[in-house]
């Protein structure tokens, strides 16, 4: 995933030649010009996804913003589109709002267009998510790909034809059949399959007539290009003769289109050997892509023995079947959907279903398992890699779990064995989803459902939901002490201590985390597969609670974390002891040794795409340079910090103690530079890209062009209502939320819903910004 958005979008590289389609292209080009919303329909096969990603390679030039394509295949639950597309827009899920909100906020103000790639069996979805999106974000335009429309107003529907054919069986010259589309896609497709071919009077009579009886289909035609390895065109031309003569004997109607392409792909798969057919189907419970172990653990077994598996991989590459892509430096496979779908019906109909996804189900059970002992070691890192493209088969499989009235428990391990990856990769809100589900659908009180509870308390502090952490963690002790299990109890105290220092308890939350690190010291969480992460959640949080309390038992905890950290080798693990210890040097007064460190700690992020913890560390140089009196640059890494959030979605907060240093920063800021100078630094660093983000923040030189550093118009005088204003006058009057309800006799949850939508209109982060807004705005006594 990109680390940020940026200007040219998100789009998939070309493995092959786009060929024709000049007229369809012109045509969709027009149409997504002066229409919002076009959609690209026709039957498997032939053709959309290819067009709508050329036509997005042609058009990202002429969107601000970019073009970003999301591939709506493998994703089984429109409950999580919107969770999807956020997700590859770059956007975390750190906060409690939901993915709609933010995907609505984001695109507010953006000049961008989504592709939503294979959106039919998400069809109601899609069609809700692209009206409230197009409602929200004026310049968007949306280009999507389905077998069915969408059916929404103002959308274009756009039938892609197959390509060009001859019409008639008249014998042509090279240069005639070359005219037609479909002939062109099958001599360069031949020309792969097999180096020797080439378009000679002699066979291109015989290619049209091929191409002719495929309907100008184009993944028809590239399965039977394929076929060129073993056959002559001649051969293959009769051999699907024969199978077109089978069907139609069998309906007693001529072949409709959509049945050229079962025939194609039939044939297809009676030219695999049966191991091959197998594999095939196999596969088809994947999601998305997958590597060469998972294959070998998942699709073995009965008539395919794990050592045959790359050669057979290796055949089904070869005739098309398969796609091979490299993420990470690894190898994937990767299904066209329609193949996928085909061999998932196989598969049905071989009554393997079930048993192929139970053994889907316990590969990803033991590799979340094992990623879990390993989180805190040498391998971090590549378990990070090995993770990033296998969401979609985890979604998968979680799925499955919910829908097996055993499969629960199987997925509150895997759920659970992920604690920390729903953090580093931005889907907090997506595991606390798969845990809520999981938890009201298995009923067992034991040591697997204390450490659920646990880590939903956990994921619900990072999102700064106190009220749902704490009712977890209260299930979560009834349960232990009926259990009278100490492990399961150290679940608990670690993240009621992380609870505790977040929400502004420092004293209690040391209590906790030196109670657990007691019991991880003896025989109690010896067994515990990830005593180690335990240890080092339990001294960073320490380190920062002596950071904002001033608690000197816990000073040293700081150089002990970054210590483990470095000698478990966790390279991840290693960026937050270095911040850590950088946050501690600040606090002591010791700026340049603080500064540097953080500056270390931000480039490991960077290498790691760790966006969140870039977000945090950039928060916290701002404060160094504040102290350091670099007030310029405090209050431009300030504003860099806010556009990191809002597309993050960290929130300070989610931590008391970084929301009090956070408004006494800016205060500090404002009283050096003034409220104009500063307002103008903020929204300039807000403008930043993260590349640009990030070289600023480590003190490298930045070339500022107009829209980086110009501040953006000032806002209009009054965006907030009547009530708002009045709410914002009693802040300025410094009045807390419970006395603002008071005067105003109204709740106090409705008076803090007022001061969240006032910072939000105001694009601020603090009570701080709201006061200087006030005196911008109402000048004189109040």
Known sequence: MAAGMRKTGKLPCDLTSFVGRPREMSEVIRRLSATRLVTLTGPGGVGKTRLALQIANERRRAFADGTWVIDLAPLQDGGLLARSVAAALGLREDSTRSPMAMLEEHLEDKHLCLVLDNCEHLLRDCAILTKKLLTAAPRLRILATSRQILNIKGEFVFQVPPLSVPETNHHLTVGQARKYEAVQLFVERAATAAPSFTLTPDNCTTVARLCQQLDGIPLAIELAAVRLRALSVEQILTRLEDRFQLLVGKRR???????????????????????????????????????LEAVQEVCTGGEIAADDVLDLLAELLDKSILTREEFAGVVRYRMLETIRQYGHMRLVEAGQI????????????????????????????????????????????????MSDPDGAHAGIEIITALWECWTFFGRIGEGR???????????????????????????????????????????????????????ALAHLWLAQGVAAVSGGDPQEGISLLEKVLATYRGDAGAHSRNALLIT???????????????????????????????????????????????????????????????????????????????????????????SSGQHERAVRLLGIAQGLRKTSGVSLLEMLPFAHAHERCEAELRYAIGNEDFAAGFQCGTKFDFDCAFA??????????????????????????????????????????????????????????????ILTKLDLTSRVGIVAWVADQEPGPR
């Open 253 to 291: 109607a001529a072949l409709p289109r959509h049945q050229t392409l079962r025939a194609a792909i039939d044939w297809s798969h009676e030219q695999c050997s049966q191991e091959e057919q197998i594999l095939w189907a196999r596969l088809s419970v994947f999601s998305g892509s997958c590597d």
């Open 354 to 401: 079930a048993a192929t996804r139970r053994s889907l189900r316990g590969y990803y059970t033991r590799k979340s398992q094992h990623l879990e002992c390993e989180w805190l070691g040498r391998h971090q890192k590549e378990w990070i890699e090995w993770i990033e493209p296998e969401w979609d088969n985890l979604r998968i499989v979680l799925h499955s779990c």
């Open 433 to 487: 989803d798969w845990l809520a589900q999981a938890l009201k659908k298995e009923n067992r009180r034991d040591t697997a459902r204390v450490k659920a509870l646990a880590v939903n308390a956990h994921l619900a502090v990072m999102q700064g939901d106190m009220p749902a952490a704490r009712r977890a963690l209260n299930e979560g002790y009834a349960v232990a002490h009926r259990l009278n299990d100490t492990d």
């Open 536 to 626: 080092f959640m339990c001294m960073f949080f320490l380190a920062l609670a002596d950071i904002f309390a001033g608690d000197r038992r816990t000073s040293s905890y700081g150089a002990r974390c970054q210590e483990l950290a470095e000698s478990a080798g966790a390279e991840w693990s290693m960026t937050w002891g270095m911040w850590i210890s950088g946050l501690e040097q600040w606090r002591s007064g010791d700026m340049p040794s603080g500064t540097a460190m953080l500056q270390e700690s931000l480039r490991r992020q960077r290498a790691l795409d760790d966006r969140w913890g870039s977000t945090w560390n950039i928060e916290v140089l701002a404060w160094t340079a504040a």
């Open 696 to 757: 600023y923040a480590v003190g490298e030189d930045v070339v500022e062009t107009a829209s980086v550093a110009a501040p953006a118009d000032a806002s209009p005088p009054n965006p907030l209502t009547a009530r708002e204003r009045q709410v914002a006058r009693l802040i300025s009057n410094g009045m807390s939320n419970k006395e603002i309800a008071d005067v105003l006799v109204i709740a106090q949850r409705t008076a803090e819903a007022h001061v969240e939508h």
